[in-house]
DNA sequence: GCAAAAGTGTTGGAAATACACCCATGT
DNA sequence: ACATGGGTGTATTTCCAACACTTTTGC
């Protein structure tokens, strides 16, 4: 169907997509996903080279027009499928960005999804556009608004993870108290004390000892932990957090 | 322009237009603006009644389709103001909808903005489609899926009061902590306790007394204070609120 | 036995909670 | 004088932050 393929993105070119839906003052609609990975103690996104001759030597996140009979997140799996091969992650959606000018070849709003997921368990299985990660801390110029989006994403990535265990996405099924720790302090960027780490997530309830411990490690290994999902769904979220601002 | 006016809401039918839209297999975005209110106590929300033939007797939010050149936050105002009369508020983005199916008529993406006023202190200066206030409690069904909207947004607010003062722009400028407390309560639909309410406030340092009493109440006058906004922009923002979830 | 990280408790201060009486005003 | 909500203080508890030594393992 050709009027499908104003909008979708399909097969054909997205730099004829984007000429046609510029010359018939038609609004395009993409995802962007921005993919958090943890690995050496920091944190990483994932950033491929941009397909537009304007950004050609700049990286930007993953993205694409979203398809006409599509739900807006399962445009986002898709998408991070296309991309890279990827499936079973969470994905949560963070914001529309809709500034008039963000793009140049034409009107696009773009709404940002967020990922996290395991280096070491995620095999990326495609490549195209120089796909791979990339430390947080040396992104400096991306293609678009897409140093913004990723700015956003992240601080909303520094909030989430205090009040949603999001952040156990980033760990193998069983870890140490250690790596759950050196996530926290990585992300957040603050250094944080371990007994009182400790003493905090065990008053939680939410961590069960797998009776396994570390290997290789050229120290005293540490216990693994799993983190329990099923307790944690079946507890009740309180609506009062005390005011504070 | 009448390219332009396949995806603009301008002076065309609404209803022309998402038939338009539908048969060209073009994507529609809109910006749906939830606005509340507060007054008798009660949290209340801005509705009119729906345009479509479809849902002729259900109440929806204040919605349209954007315009080409125009931000998604600009068309938030200009939509607000179109329908309301309403200007110098606060509108803040919450969520984008994007469920194929969420509309009947055609494929339209909404972006949801957030919006609280005083209701008396902003008269309404258009009343199309039935504009009035409902009182958040006595909603039931909606058009489309903006009963889902209306709950996330509810929700949303229910949260960012905490850790934002939003609240205050539902109060006049001038109020006193019994109405502050109010709101609150009405808002998370909790009790709280009077006298910690109080302790709290005054204990971030945020209010000025304005040495000013109510008047007309029978009662003892309690006195009334301002939020100082200026004393706020200045605070630094924390990171680390603790991990707890 | 040395290096490296794991594991563990206590204490002081700050903040949150629970709770009850007197005060100022209008009627 | 009484009804109504305004205004205040204290004791208790809970939570958070600061802090140092012993243990286990690999080399």
Chains 1, 2 share one sequence.
């Not at 009107?107 to 967020?114: D, K, L």
């Not at 490549?127 to 994403?153: G, P, Q, Y």
Request: with cysteine; charged share 30%; glycine share 4%.
């Amino acid at each position: 169907m050709s009027s499908e393929a104003t909008i979708a993105s399909g097969k054909k070119n997205i730099k004829t997509i984007l000429k046609q839906l510029e010359s018939e003052g038609i609004i395009g609609i993409s995802v962007d996903c921005v993919i958090f990975g943890f690995d050496e103690n920091e944190l990483k996104v994932l950033l491929i080279k941009s397909d537009l001759e304007k950004f050609k030597n700049k990286w930007s996140l993953l993205g694409d027009l979203i398809n006409k009979n599509e739900d807006l997140r399962e445009a986002a799996y898709r998408i991070l499928e296309e991309r890279t091969g990827l499936r079973d992650v969470y994905l949560e959606q963070v914001k529309a960005f809709g500034e008039a000018m963000r793009h140049p070849a034409a009107r696009v709003v773009t709404i940002a999804y967020c990922s996290l997921i395991n280096i070491q368990h995620h095999q990326l299985k495609i490549l195209d556009n120089e796909l791979h990660w990339h430390k947080i801390k040396s992104i400096d110029e991306m293609a678009f608004d897409h140093k913004k989006i990723l700015t956003v994403c992240y601080e909303w990535l520094q909030k989430r993870i205090q009040e949603h265990p999001l952040g156990f996405s980033l760990l193998p099924g069983k870890f140490s108290l250690r790596e759950l720790q050196n996530l926290y302090e990585a992300i957040l960027n603050i250094k944080l004390d371990r007994r009182n780490f400790r003493k905090k997530f065990f008053s939680m309830g939410l961590l069960e000892d797998t009776q396994e411990y570390e290997t290789d490690v050229p120290h005293r290994p540490g216990k693994l932990y799993k983190f329990n999902y099923e307790k944690y769904q079946k507890k009740e979220r309180k609506k009062w957090f005390g005011i504070d601002f």
